[in-house]
C-alpha cells in the first residue's frame, strides 16, 4: 500500500494499536460492530468519524462520544435520524 499510494504504511494487529497516541484519527467504514473505544483515544485527539450512518451501525463506543468536546455534523436533523434519536 505504501507503494501505490506514495506514503508510509504500517500494519498494526489491533484498531486500539493503530490509534494509541496519535494526534489525528479516521474511521471511514460500514462496520457494524464498534471498531474505536474511547479509551484508546489520547487527550485531545481530533477523531473524523464518517462511515457508520444507521442507528444499527456504529464505529465509536459511547465512551469515544461522550468524552468530546466538540460534535460536528452537516446536519442536526439528519445526524438525530441516522442516531435513533
Partial sequence: MSARIGVE???VESGEKAVRG???VVTA????KIV?????LSPGVHVNAIGANWAQKRELDDAAVTRAHVIAVDSIEQAKMEAAI
Fill in 22 to 24: 496519535a494526534d489525528i
Fill in 36 to 40: 474505536l473505544e474511547g479509551p484508546w
Fill in 29 to 32: 467504514t460500514s462496520a457494524m
Fill in 9 to 11: 504504511v504500517q500494519p
